[in-house]
């Protein structure tokens, strides 16, 4: 297993191996467990993390929001590769929309 840098290309990773497990189960794996039960029970995951997060950013400390987040993303990653949407499809979402605005504040 390569060496992975705790950046945002570690999504990339992540996805990578969650798909991984998805098309190879291995036992024990918890990504293999959620793929079982389809892409319904990776939705509700990532609705129960969304609103554990949205508890943790209210009352939580930082270390818990920190802990959250990476459960959110992590369940989201999960559903995306379950619903077949590469991970990478959404960071150029991100980069287009970004880009838009960024060229319209530009032009005033």
Do not use: W
């Not at 999504?11 to 039960?37: C, F, G």
């Not at 509700?44 to 993303?73: F, N, P, T, Y």
């Not at 999960?78 to 838009?100: F, M, P, T, W, Y």
Request: net charge positive; aromatic share 6%.
């Amino acid at each position: 297993m390569r060496t992975v840098n705790a950046t945002l290309g570690f999504l990339d990773y992540l996805y990578e191996v969650v798909l991984d497990r998805i098309r190879n189960p291995k036992p024990n794996s918890y990504t293999a467990a959620i793929a079982k039960q389809g892409l319904s029970f990776a939705v509700k995951k990532v609705l129960e993390e969304c609103g554990e997060l949205g508890i943790e950013l209210l009352i939580g400390s930082r270390q818990r929001v920190v802990e959250e987040a990476a459960d959110l993303l992590y369940h989201l990653i999960v559903a995306l590769a379950l619903k077949g949407v590469d991970i990478r499809e959404v960071a150029r979402e991100l980069v287009r929309r970004h880009e838009s605005r960024t060229c319209q504040v530009r032009r005033r």
